[in-house]
Nanobody, 116 residues
Framework: QVQLVESGGGLVQAGGSLRLSCAAS????????MGWYRQAPGKQREVVAA???????AYADSVKDRFTISRDIAKSTVYLQMNSLKPEDTAVYYC??????????WGQGTQVTVSS
């Protein structure tokens, strides 16, 4: 079992920045991928960014060059630095981890609202 606690969402003007954090606890030794997803009203949940246990990162095209995913292994925490935010980035952002047996765990979600 893995427990995830997210923080860092909020309201920001277009062009601004926010940093999301997700702290993992429990069976963290078995985590192979940590990532961020988002879900806007009326839309499907989509992947935003991910980072593997080996440090390889991947991003959705819509956030490349604006968002950066990183991790602090000692703190078992993954971050999402979001710069140059746009109104279309407004969504509930969810932390996700995949463990060695391919099970997925989700955080509770944090709201990000970007005003124009």
């Amino acid at each position: 079992q893995v427990q995830l606690v997210e923080s860092g969402g909020g309201l920001v003007q277009a062009g601004g920045s926010l940093r999301l954090s997700c702290a993992a606890s429990g069976s963290i030794f078995s985590i192979i991928v940590m990532g961020w997803y988002r879900q806007a009203p009326g839309k499907q949940r989509e992947v935003v960014a991910a980072i593997t246990s080996g440090g390889i990162t991947a991003y959705a095209d819509s956030v490349k060059d604006r968002f950066t995913i990183s991790r602090d292994i000692a703190k078992s925490t993954v971050y999402l630095q979001m710069n140059s935010l746009k109104p279309e980035d407004t969504a509930v952002y969810y932390c996700n981890v995949v463990i060695a047996d391919k099970r997925n765990y989700w955080g509770q979600g944090t709201q990000v609202t970007v005003s124009s």
